[in-house]
């Protein structure tokens, strides 16, 4: 039996084949478009993230260019009166002065001297202190545990400032103001609760079974902590000794508040450029430098544990 085909049958075919030609042209360009729109976005975040750069380290570079300037040329180039944008001409005064010293003033490295001993000090004290409070918190259950926590975080709540005055006559009447181990007391009172908080949220995200596996595998509870449960922990224990650090290092007001004139550490050392005549802000900015380029240094030689360490406390197993 012979099937007839009529015309309606043909351009029906001949629209289908028509569509089906067009099919990949219309997917090539949605696949060029799509890869268009992606490039597009990748080249605006790719300028977003150059701008966030210029604007985090253009005031780095203002605090170096001006410590390499003369004074004169500090505020102004004496024509147009704009400050340079760029360090000419160069000029290394400032730094030398700044190693030099100046009669009435605190050496730098007596003030560096100071830094240093407060910083590391309330390191070490701290790390050790909150260490062994974040493994109790993390691995123990025992009444008041969860008021503990919410002490902790409602200590970091209290202002600092709020702080100075009744600080400063406790201080006093127990005849221990201009010292350095009173700083290193204060700065721990002010760092421990935090680096309690941060450090138990990297012990929690460390299996106990772990220590339990290696306990029974003849491991005593101690060689399970130094052998398992210590080498994971210690890239948490960088991370979390850098805030320590910064804190101790930066600090100002009460270093400000309980230390002699001419005893202070760097912050306190750099506001002696500030005078009745006015700053020095070519000494104020070469001091700034020197200031910086120790914790530059750190961050340089721990960097990857720092990420490691952050990575790590971002998820709780």
């Keep these: 039996m012979t099937t007839y085909a009529g015309p309606g049958t043909a351009s029906g075919a001949t629209s289908a084949s028509r569509r089906s030609a067009k ?51 500090i505020l102004g180039d004496g024509s147009s009166g704009a400050p340079q944008v760029l360090p000419f001409p160069l000029t290394f005064e400032h730094y030398a002065r700044q190693f030099q010293g100046s009669a009435g003033q605190q050496p730098l490295s007596d003030a560096l001297y100071r830094s240093l001993f407060v910083a590391l000090a309330s390191v070490l004290l701290s790390m050790v202190v909150a260490f062994l409070a974040a493994i109790a918190i993390a691995r123990f259950r025992f009444t008041g545990r969860a008021v503990y926590l919410i002490a902790l975080m409602g200590i970091q709540m209290i202002p600092l400032e709020a702080m100075v005055i009744p600080i400063y006559t406790t201080l006093r009447d127990a005849d221990a103001l201009d010292s350095l181990w009173s700083l290193v007391a204060l700065y721990l009172v002010f760092v421990i609760p935090f680096t309690i908080w941060t450090l138990r949220s990297f012990i929690a995200g460390i299996p106990v079974d772990l220590e339990e596996a290696a306990m029974i595998d003849g491991c005593t509870r101690f060689q399970a902590f130094w052998k398992v449960l210590f080498p994971l922990i210690a890239p948490g224990l960088v991370a979390t000794s850098i805030y320590a650090f910064i804190q101790a290092w930066n600090e100002y007001i009460f270093c400000l508040t309980i230390m002699n004139t001419g005893h202070g550490t760097l912050p306190v050392w750099l506001g002696q450029f500030t005078g009745k005549e006015g700053t020095d802000w070519g000494a104020v900015m070469a001091g700034s430098t020197l200031f910086t380029i120790p914790v530059v240094i750190l961050f340089i030689l721990i960097q990857k544990k720092i990420t490691t360490g952050m990575a790590a406390g971002a998820v709780k197993g």
């Design 23 to 73: 099919a990949p042209a219309r997917a090539a360009r949605r696949r060029s478009s799509a890869r268009a729109g992606r490039r597009s976005t990748r080249i605006l975040l790719n300028l977003a993230a150059i701008a966030a750069f210029i604007f985090a380290t253009f005031p780095v570079y203002w605090m170096v260019k001006t410590s390499l300037v003369p004074t004169t040329s």
